[in-house]
């Protein structure tokens, strides 16, 4: 039966991308993406149920072309009702994904209803998780409860967990997951390939050479958050880059918001700086095109060392979490501590360091942050086979799954054709 229906039927490979919260997700994923449609016949889904995601997200337009050079996007409820029963009606292998950080409403309508497909996950944006050598990482046993329960609960720990680390790191085995689940694909968003087609131009003629010319400094932000962020420190850290942006009223500084924030409240700030303005485009583009990068604690900056330019994270680490480790009794980021960047908390600390800076400086300060993300996250083409692998096999696994689906339509259908016949015996008779 199973071979009769599956006669002269291609299976189509699908990957289903979930949006929620951050263009981080699409940092991650889209160089996978990229890649794939250059290797396999793949059909690429962007799902959210949010008609407006993109504009939620500060979704750069670059980025947005790209989407849709790549796949199709498919926003708001009822675009993912069509898309989901159009899917639950046709021969697909469907690898569907989404950021580890939790499980949301149209994730599990998804996967309830294509429950044959096979699930992969993926860490948010750039972030390194903690290697196995580091013994001092911070813990925090609210958070990991809450991820138990938002994430684990749902889909436990048997799908498969892109991670991009280089080394092998305990933090998820720790919560169940098996070593053969995890895979270090490395940070293929920072492959001078994906980066040269994100700028559309080799990536080295991005830079600015003129040495003569006042600095540009690209300031990525982040809001107010319960776990790394608390209110009182947002504003020392939002009052502190005022007081940064007054005190070198010759540098050039780009703001870029994050979703979460207000604009009017930042405006209200700044805008009355002659020094200050705000863009939208990605992270990347913005670190490419400026001298130095001064963030909050934040994965645009392991995205502007990619790109050439040196990185400082500005921001007073209060609540322990898994990406701070605890050193001389203080807490400082995991990117810090491993040397992809620079770190303060104060403030004429930072404008001290700042006043005797040159573009030499920046040269050495940006060579040393690169040598260590080579190190820490893989960036060349070493794992390409092993991501087309990954998928290849995952894209196997669901052609199994599909096949046990259409076993199961088949025995529904024959079960339903007999008892349809059962009860139509005495409307027989009677005739």
Not at 143 to 169: A, H, M, P, R, V
Not at 292 to 320: R, Y
Not at 387 to 394: A, M
Request: hydrophobic share 40%; proline share 3%; charged share 20%.
């Amino acid at each position: 039966m199973v071979n009769f229906l599956c006669k002269n039927k291609r299976e189509k490979k699908v990957l289903i991308l979930f949006l929620h919260d951050s263009t981080g997700e699409l940092f991650v994923t889209l160089p996978f993406f990229w890649f794939l449609k250059k290797k396999l016949d793949v059909e690429i889904y962007f799902i959210s149920s949010h008609k407006d995601i993109l504009k939620r997200m500060n979704v750069s337009s670059r980025y947005i072309e790209m989407m849709n050079q790549i796949g199709s996007c498919h926003f708001g409820y009822l675009n993912n009702i069509k898309l989901l029963s159009n899917l639950f009606n046709s021969n697909n292998l469907i690898i569907q994904m989404s950021c580890n950080l939790g499980a949301r409403r149209i994730d599990r309508i998804y996967y309830s209803i294509l429950k044959k497909s096979t699930k992969l996950f993926f860490t948010h944006a750039f972030m390194l998780h903690p290697f196995n050598k580091i013994k001092n990482i911070a813990r925090n046993n609210e958070l990991k409860s809450f991820i138990n329960s938002q994430f684990l609960s749902f889909y436990g720990n048997k799908s498969d967990l892109l991670i991009i680390n280089s080394e092998e790191t305990n933090y998820f085995t720790e919560r169940g997951w098996s070593l053969n689940a995890l895979h270090a694909v490395g940070a293929y968003g920072y492959n001078k390939d994906w980066l040269n087609y994100l700028f559309k131009s080799d990536l080295s003629k991005v830079k600015k050479e003129d040495k003569n010319r006042s600095l540009n400094i690209f300031v990525p932000l982040r809001d107010c958050h319960n776990i790394y962020l608390t209110k009182t420190n947002y504003d020392f850290l939002i009052c502190s880059l005022a007081e940064v942006f007054k005190f070198f009223p010759d540098f050039k500084f780009t703001i870029k918001l994050h979703p979460r924030q207000q604009p009017k409240e930042i405006l209200e700030i700044f805008s009355k700086l002659h020094n200050v303005s705000f863009s939208n485009d990605s992270p990347f583009e913005l670190a490419a095109k400026s001298d130095l990068t001064i963030g909050f604690w934040s994965s645009a900056l392991t995205d502007s060392v990619a790109v050439g330019t040196p990185a400082i994270e500005f921001f007073k680490h209060e609540i322990p979490h898994p990406q701070l480790v605890t050193q001389d009794d203080k807490l400082i980021s995991l990117n810090q501590y491993l040397g992809l960047c620079l770190g303060f908390d104060n403030l004429k600390q930072l404008q001290n360091f700042l006043s005797n800076l040159n573009f030499d400086q920046l040269q050495k300060i940006q060579n040393n942050q690169y040598s260590m993300l080579i190190k820490y996250f893989n960036i060349d083409k070493s794992y390409e086979n092993k991501i087309l692998g990954i998928f290849e096999d995952h894209f196997q696994k669901a052609s199994q799954a599909h096949l046990d689906q259409r076993l199961e339509k088949s025995i529904l259908i024959l079960v339903k054709k007999f008892i349809g016949k059962i009860f139509s015996i005495p409307r027989r008779i009677f005739l």
